[in-house]
């Protein structure tokens, strides 16, 4: 489980989670996310567990055995779009043991974070440390599943140890209060918001692992009586709830730290110099306030938030310094073991092709570096790449839904769910997700998505060199999708079922 947990915890807990519930309301967000938990993330876990402990295969194989040997380009467009993530995802990771090393060495102190970001993605290094991120990842994934177990014992304790800190320290923090009420007080007139359930929704499916195929890879390992129901269950409720603590310790700092930032700006004006996206708001003539404060926070984007605006609100807490050591050590071990959950996924694939772990393993890792590396050099391309194979989760969501309707959605759940060792019954309740919701949540989520995108770009929208349009999705998820059915009789072929 700790295993299984690292490769559900990821940055989207820690950098994603935050912005998106404090950009959405934040008590009514948590609503409809805890939500989605029971109709996205634990009935697709449910999925993936029960064709893990069935099949005991990848992907591609276990959509044969569950399906039929017509469908293996499924199960291969499932690990194409987690090698395709985890490709960029590497450089992602690297980001976060830079700034862990920079921390560490007081590198974030002195100077405005802001520059630090910008010297350091316009150099090399992220080259280098996405190199470093891949070849760690690479080398336990080779060592088998016991160096995988290892590193998670370590590793997921000491960062949810870590995250649990952060979240004391944030919650008793001078106004921290007002971090909580944002947080879980809830306007009930806002569920009738629609955007509000798609980013609910889109959270979920982005950050519990649930329809990427790595519960399946690693529930390939689980024994024959372990209870699969539970399990599925638990990891989704444990991975949401680490989200919540980092909302928590996030929301927390940041309403703290506002006020301070405020009574700074009205006894010296200069002040704000530290803070230049602010500066830029107040110099076209917008009043400094609180809102404006948090709308700039928030609205910064993944990377502005975490790399450029939590080491400034460190910086003006008590020893800030120690506490933001913290913060980006838990989200370098966050980063670090869901990649190593992808580098695992991608060399199972191939060593159900009759490959040896180890070469998998290595040519997993020399095509990641070689495939991230245009995401390590153009912050532009790493934005397109996780648009595109961002989007194509919802259909290896959709996926894993047909697969069990084609082997029989009763028939699964009565041998591979409810089997002699599970504690817990799943009802019909159950079958009736798998059949309807989950396929109308991956259809709305992928139409949702790409009309917001043409929106955004009415002109270019189907060109296919756009960074986020609906074009280069298009075109990526269509030709891959092409390619891999072409290629269907050689997957059967190749694969050990």
């Known amino acids: 489980m700790l295993v299984m947990l690292g490769m559900a915890v990821g940055t989207g807990n820690i950098w994603r989670f935050p912005r998106i519930a404090a950009s959405n309301g934040g008590g009514e967000f948590l609503v409809a996310w805890i939500v989605f938990l029971f109709l996205w993330s634990i009935p697709l876990m449910l999925v993936e567990f029960g064709m893990g402990r069935q099949t005991r295969r990848g992907p591609i194989g276990a959509f044969i055995q569950l399906m039929g040997p017509r469908w293996a380009w499924m199960g291969a467009f499932i690990a194409l779009a987690t090698a395709a993530i985890m490709s960029y995802y590497s450089v992602v990771a690297g980001w976060t043991l830079r700034y862990a090393i920079a921390a560490i060495f007081g590198q974030l102190g002195g100077i405005q974070p ?46 949810i140890g870590l995250v649990f800190l952060l979240m004391v320290r944030a919650v008793t923090l001078p106004g921290a209060t007002e971090g909580l009420v944002y947080l879980f007080g809830v306007d009930w007139s806002e569920l009738a918001r629609a955007e509000l359930w798609i ?166 890792g020399v095509s990641a570096f070689f495939l991230g590396f245009p995401s390590s050099v153009s912050s532009a391309v790493l934005r397109n790449q996780d648009w595109v194979w961002g989007m194509a989760l919802m259909i290896s969501g959709l996926f894993f839904a047909i697969a069990v309707m084609k082997y029989g959605v009763q028939k699964f759940r009565e041998c591979q769910l409810n089997h002699e060792s599970s504690n817990i019954r799943i009802g019909s309740w159950w079958d009736f997700t798998i059949r309807f919701v989950v396929p109308i949540e991956a259809s709305v989520l992928f139409f949702w998505w790409l009309g917001q995108a043409r929106s955004l770009d009415p002109v270019g929208w189907l060109s296919p060199f756009g960074e986020a349009n609906v074009g280069t999705v298009l075109v990526q998820i269509g030709l891959a999708l092409a390619i891999l059915i072409v290629a269907n009789r050689w997957l059967v072929t190749r694969t050990r079922t």
């Open 114 to 159: 802001s520059h630090f970001w910008t010297e350091f993605t316009s150099s090399w290094l992220p080259v280098i440390t996405h190199g470093i991120a891949i070849g760690l990842a690479t080398l336990v994934v080779a060592r088998g599943v016991l160096g995988i177990e290892r590193i998670a014992r370590v590793l997921m304790p000491a960062f």
């Open 199 to 364: 980013a609910a929704l889109t959270q979920n499916a982005w950050d519990t692992g649930a329809g990427w195929g790595l519960a399946l890879c690693y529930a390939a390992y689980i024994r024959e009586e372990e209870d699969t129901a539970l399990n599925a269950f638990i990891l989704p409720a444990a991975n949401n709830i680490l989200s919540l603590m980092a909302g928590i310790m996030v929301l927390c700092t940041v309403f703290s730290v506002v006020p301070s930032i405020l009574n700074n700006f009205a006894m010296d004006p200069r002040s704000l110099d530290a803070y230049p996206l602010l500066a830029e708001s107040v110099t076209q003539g917008k009043e400094l306030t609180a809102s404006l404060l948090q709308e700039t926070i928030f609205g910064a984007g993944n990377e502005g938030l975490t790399f450029i605006w939590m080491p400034q609100l460190f910086a003006t807490i008590p020893f800030g310094n120690i506490f933001m050591v913290l913060f980006f050590s838990a989200l370098a071990f966050a980063a670090f073991t869901s990649l190593i959950a992808m580098v695992e996924l991608v060399t199972r694939v191939l060593t159900d092709l009759n490959m040896s772990r180890k070469q998998s393993a290595v040519i997993v």
